[in-house]
């Protein structure tokens, strides 16, 4: 569950209101929206943590993209995924974000999401630099949509380059197989 993990130190004065993403009038084609999440199971909920967080502009989040009347997002455990909006397993909503409308159709939708099934499969998923919201910003910048995707859902990146830098490896001694 914890495949799409990523901090965030956005204020949330940038979230919008979700209403006005799904009352969205579709006057140039459907909408296109950004739901962002909470990661939630039996063992874990981030949701409580990020309701403690977010006032300090701190949180863990997930994204899927939703057009067309579904929603697509991917996963550690199996690619590029559909669910229905808002509804994704593994996962608790929280907000949406619109990204105006697109003039792409549905077969062109179909076969752009093909296209990024080889650089988006479970083989290629990384925490830090191939995840859900890496999935999500580049599916939106192939649909030619001028909005720029939150940058603040990437800064799980800048935390690992900074964790790099700055805190020592363990030991040879310390690691499985003596570091090999």
Known sequence: LLDSLVFSFTPPSL?????????????HGPSVILNVYDLSSDKLDISKWNDMTEPFNFGA??????AFGSEVSYSETRGIVFSTPRRIEGAVFRRSLSF??????LPAFSTLLDSLRERFSVSTFD????NSNHFCSAL???L????????????VEKFGAFCALHVPLAPPQFLPNGGL
């Open 15 to 27: 979230w919008e209101d979700e209403r006005a993403c799904h009352g969205m009038e579709m006057e």
């Open 61 to 66: 989040f997930h994204s899927g993209v939703e």
């Open 127 to 130: 925490l830090t630099r191939n």
């Open 100 to 105: 105006g409308t697109t003039d792409t159709t």
């Open 144 to 155: 030619g949509l001028k909005r720029d995707f939150p940058s603040y859902l990437f800064t």
């Open 140 to 142: 939106i910048h192939e």
